[in-house]
């Protein structure tokens, strides 16, 4: 049987061992960091604190930390803003440029109501009728109003996905094998922005409401905001499927508005 004394001897040599071949870490040895920080460094980074590192090292009381960098959260606006679908000139539409100087009283409360729904998003978010929708007449401005809450919601950090109805079903159907991946993304985003929504044809085709119901009824049960604008109104959207429009109609109770009449084209402004 081995002696005490010499089992305590053979541990300190493997003890000796593993210190002889354990690699430092940063923490134990700051000057190695540094050379290697220094080695690593981007020539054009886009932060210069952190290197595109997301974080860098700090000393406190005595200690080594990393710290997140103040970059971050500007990162993560940028690329849910990529992430978002929507287009470099549908990022400059904003509650800003939007005007309403000599515009029709509709197109007046519309504004006021975007902003109002923009700035309370947070405190209705979870509840449901925590959704808005404008709907009705071609040209007054529905889809720069919801572009401006989508870019407000995203400069907050809040993630949009923007999906035009004509050019979302088509990108939906050009490859079948991608479509539950695509459709579970629009299911699951935190705002989902639907723009158009029927637009193309008086009757949609069975597979688009199907398609349509299925993405609002998940966030319809699971109390997921919609932002929706289309040409139809809701009793033309429930005429298409009554059970896809009655959920959007409880969804935007108090957030909703039609707006009726030729006048309200602002494409036709130049026009006498």
């Not at 061992?17 to 220094?38: A, F, G, L």
């Not at 809450?149 to 949009?160: D, T």
Request: aromatic residues 10%; charged residues 25%.
């Amino acid at each position: 049987m081995q002696s005490i004394g010499q089992a305590a001897k053979e541990l300190l040599e493997r003890i000796q061992v593993i210190r002889s071949t354990t690699i430092h870490s940063p923490m134990n040895n700051s000057n190695e960091y540094e050379k290697r920080q220094d080695s690593s460094k981007k020539t054009n980074p886009d932060c210069n604190k952190c290197q595109d590192e997301n974080g860098y090292i700090i000393n406190e009381n005595g200690m080594q930390l990393w710290k997140i960098c103040e970059c971050v959260p500007a990162k993560k606006i940028r690329n849910m803003m990529k992430s978002s679908q929507i287009t470099d000139g549908f990022r400059q539409l904003t509650f800003e440029n939007f005007e309403t100087k000599g515009k029709h009283s509709q197109i007046e409360y519309s504004f006021l109501m975007a902003t109002v729904y923009a700035n309370q998003f947070e405190t209705i978010e979870k509840n449901r009728h925590n959704s808005f929708a404008l709907v009705g007449q071609v040209g007054s401005g529905k889809t720069h109003l919801l572009c401006a809450i989508s870019n407000y919601l995203l400069s907050k950090g809040v993630q949009v996905i923007y999906f035009p109805f004509v050019e979302g079903v088509n990108n939906l159907k050009n490859n079948f094998d991608e479509l539950e991946e695509k459709t579970d993304r629009l299911k699951k985003a935190r705002v989902l922005f639907i723009d158009d929504l029927f637009k193309g044809r008086d009757k949609p085709t069975a597979w688009q409401i199907e398609t349509m119901f299925s993405i609002v009824n998940y966030r319809y049960l699971n109390h997921l905001p919609i932002l929706l604008t289309s040409e139809k109104n809701f009793g033309m959207l429930c005429d298409i499927d009554e059970a896809l429009g009655s959920r959007l109609f409880e969804m935007t109770r108090g957030n909703r508005m039609e707006l009726v009449g030729k006048q309200l084209n602002f494409r036709m402004t130049d026009f006498e």
